[in-house]
């Protein structure tokens, strides 16, 4: 999920009632529900970047350790201000270690779990197996859920916890019924694929798309090539796109263009790859893209190359 979802969790969950448990209650949700995305600094490195995403700092190691980060400097933190303080001012909470590591610990699995339910994948066992989990079943950038936390959040000033933990609760509800539905329209369109073909698809996503949580993107993959479509809820319908994407994965050209770097990264990424090529003054240019995100004119995860002429 974005930022501002992961964020609006920690604030949520903090004003339902555990920002009273100790000192930095609330930053320290708000930082570790955020924390797992420190993997964004590679995109200042000189190496393809978003096949580092999602990986290494989603994985069971980065559940552990960085939650015990984010305690320890969390506990620092408290510590300092206290020192530089005579007394604690009458009514303040202290700082708990063990609360501000059990926040820590709420804030990074929460990360990982909103992450889990959108089409672009978590690496959840990295670095033990680079296997991507796909939720498939909330928008990478829900307005629902920031509408549901961010109400809830901004209510409960003043000490009332009601109305973030009917927040909370709202948000909870909906990502089970979207998780539900997402289950249910996969059969639904694998079962109408099998009646106009005869065969199961080899993959099939059925993504959400924004906004409108009736709707669904579908791709299947059929061997040599991609079929897209949409679902419906209201009224239930399976519509399959006339055109096909072809995958051109066995053209000669795509073997050589998978030793350039930043084209290993995307296919890293990649879930439904598929491979432009055209003719170029001093040989072929190769272009590696993803069924997902060429639909929503995503430019930035594709990469080109030349594959020179022998």
């Known amino acids: 999920m974005d930022n501002v979802c992961h964020t609006l969790v920690g604030l949520a969950v903090a004003r339902a009632g555990l920002n009273r448990t100790t000192r930095l209650?609330?930053?320290?949700?708000?930082?570790?529900a955020n924390l797992p995305d420190i993997d964004v600094l590679v995109f200042a490195a000189d190496i393809p970047s978003v096949s580092f995403r999602r990986g290494w700092t989603h994985g069971p190691i980065a559940q552990l350790l960085l939650p015990l980060l984010c305690a320890g400097v969390m506990w620092q933190l408290a510590r300092r201000r206290t020192e530089h303080r005579s007394e604690s001012p009458p009514g303040s909470t202290r700082a708990s270690v063990w609360w501000l590591l059990a926040l820590s610990f709420i804030g990074i699995y929460?990360?990982?779990?909103?992450?889990?339910?959108?089409n672009y994948g978590v690496r959840l066992l990295m670095p033990f197996s680079h296997r991507w989990f796909y939720g498939d079943a909330v928008f990478i950038v829900d307005i629902w859920l920031w509408l549901m936390l961010g109400l809830g959040w901004w209510r409960s000033r003043g000490g009332d916890t009601r109305p973030a933990r009917l927040g909370l609760a709202a948000a909870s509800i909906y990502i089970a019924l979207m998780l539900i539905s997402a289950r249910s329209?996969?059969?639904?369109?694998?079962?109408?694929?099998m009646e106009v073909t005869g065969a199961l698809p080899a993959h099939l996503m059925v993504g959400p798309v924004p906004v409108n949580p009736f709707r669904k993107d579908i791709i299947i993959d059929a061997g040599d090539h991609y079929v897209t479509g949409r679902f419906d809820w209201l009224p239930r319908r399976v519509i399959f796109d006339p055109g096909q994407i072809a995958k051109n994965a066995q053209q000669p050209a795509v073997a050589a263009a998978q030793t350039d770097p930043r084209v290993r990264g995307i296919v890293v990424w990649s879930r439904f790859p598929f491979w432009t090529l055209r003719a170029a003054p001093d040989g072929v240019e190769v272009t590696v893209s993803d069924v997902r995100f060429a639909r929503m004119g995503r430019a930035g995860f594709a990469a080109t190359t030349i594959v020179r002429q022998p």
């Open 25 to 32: 209650a609330t930053a320290t949700l708000a930082i570790s």
């Open 110 to 118: 929460t990360h990982v779990f909103l992450d889990y339910l959108n």
């Open 185 to 193: 329209a996969r059969s639904i369109i694998a079962g109408k694929w």
